[in-house]
């Protein structure tokens, strides 16, 4: 099976896929629950992450947490039919509203997804954070947007294990999502003590390197959100964007299994046509504030 099983602590694991961009999911084993977080993109991957799941349970009660509604963490929901779902409001809202559509689209382009069907959060977080306290765990589950709207992030206090979600990655990727929702919710990880960072995707981040990879992080989005405003000053097309190399911007090429230059070439045309618009939406209130002030002259 190309899926890799770390055991990060006693009672924490991780898995990761190999079949669909290192994606992550998380299983912690508590004294009165097992939480899963998030599932993996194919079913027999997240098959093997129940299997664990049902001898770690023992009858207890299992919970299975959605950092975010995108299919490659949230299609094998419908393998948990007694686990409790807990979601940001925000992700309930997404999966009701493009959760049927994706699913047909998976299906239609590999049939082993035929057997999954859409299952939605049955606990939603409207505002402000949850404390989920399992007996000897206690999870701190806090909105995370950036990567998109409806990001949650898991701290596990005991442990010092933060399980961030599509927020932290390898590159960050914002197509989706916000550059300054990202920014806020990395500076918000560095409230909490953390011994290991896990990632939506990529490789567990230990305690030495956490602050170093979330401050990367944040440059790499400060510097394509000031060199696309550049290239938008300057009267740059879209197409002149490629001259921005990954590495320019202060990530490796070879991250995420090599797919850090086409995330990062998609992250600049979406800023790039986010702050077209911003610059167009300003000049336009502008021009009519300035026609409003010529009429009443006038």
Known sequence: MPMQRDRIT?????FTSDLYAQVNAGVISASDGVVVIDTLPFPEETREIIALVER????????LVFSHYHTDHTLGACLFPKAIVIAHALCRRRMEEHGERALRETIAQDTAFATLSLRLPDVVIEEGD????????????????GHSSD???VYVREDRILFAG???MPIPYIVDGDVEQAIATLQRFREFQIETLVPGHGEPILR????????TSINYLNTITREVWRYLQQGKSREALRELDVETCGISRIALGGLAPQLHH?????????????TDLAYKVRATKSSSRSSKVS
């Open 10 to 14: 006693d009672d924490i694991y991780v």
């Open 56 to 63: 770690e349970a023992g009858g207890r009660p299992i919970y």
């Open 130 to 145: 949850l404390v989920l306290r399992l007996g000897n765990k206690t999870l701190h589950l806090f909105h995370a947007p």
């Open 151 to 153: 990001g949650l992030a």
């Open 166 to 168: 599509d927020v932290m």
């Open 208 to 215: 030495g390197e956490v602050s170093d990879a979330i401050q």
């Open 266 to 278: 998609r992250n600049l045309l979406a800023l790039y046509q986010r702050l077209r618009t911003e």
